[in-house]
């Protein structure tokens, strides 16, 4: 089955302690790209990667980091956790190849993230 | 920078009924206007799309309907069901090299038995 999977799907930690979030994709997708929700904010771009060791920043990389070693994984890094990245996070992937303008994701089912 | 406004942000009807949920956008060079459907515990999925070069697309009980020149596009679900209650995002796309997605806040939809 075609899909992203995201690794913890919950997880309660503490400010301050490193902690990683694993996504994988096996429809071979070039473009991939991590996303929080929060209430009354939508979905709001973390970072994204369109290839291979090819990443750049969303519009709200502060306090994150992300590598893209393998065309299939997309691990999203919280170096020191705080409390104001207490969200729930989506990865997402794509064969952005579609010159024409559509860029069509698919996304993991979610991790929800609770820093105290 | 570019925007998404998306209304109502919540939104409840009875089954049977319509509903319509409408998105403006910033960008005047965007040219991709899908929607998402959340439920509950899942990730977001794509429902529709609309590219710029046509005004309406329709999906069984679903439509999109494209005003580039006022910059909305809004959603129709036609004889909601129970199971059409969920989050729905609208998005605009931005030709930013890589055609990134700017979503709305979302719409909270709940259909009533």
Known sequence: EAQV????????????????????QNMNHEYMSWYRQDPGLGLRQIYYSMNVEVTDKGDVPEGYKVSRKEKRNFPLILESPSPNQTSLYFCASSLWTDRSGANVLTFGAGSRLTVL | GENVEQHPSTLSVQEGDSAVIKCTYSDSA????????????????LIIDIRS?????????????????????????????????????????????????????????????
Do not use: M
Not at chain 1, 5 to 24: A, D, E, H
């Open chain 1, 5 to 24: 999977t995201q690794n913890p799907r919950y997880l309660i930690t503490v400010t301050g302690k490193k902690l990683t979030v694993t996504c994988s």
């Open chain 2, 30 to 45: 965007s040219n991709y206007f899908p929607w998402y459907k959340q439920e509950l515990g899942k990730g977001p999925q």
């Open chain 2, 53 to 113: 070069n046509v005004g309406e697309k329709k999906d069984q009980r679903i439509a999109v309907t494209l005003n580039k020149t006022a910059k909305h596009f809004s959603l129709h679900i036609t004889e909601t069901q129970p199971e059409d209650s969920a989050v729905y995002f609208c998005a605009a796309s931005t030709p930013k090299g890589y055609n990134k997605l700017i979503f709305g806040a979302g719409t909270r939809l709940a259909v009533h038995p």
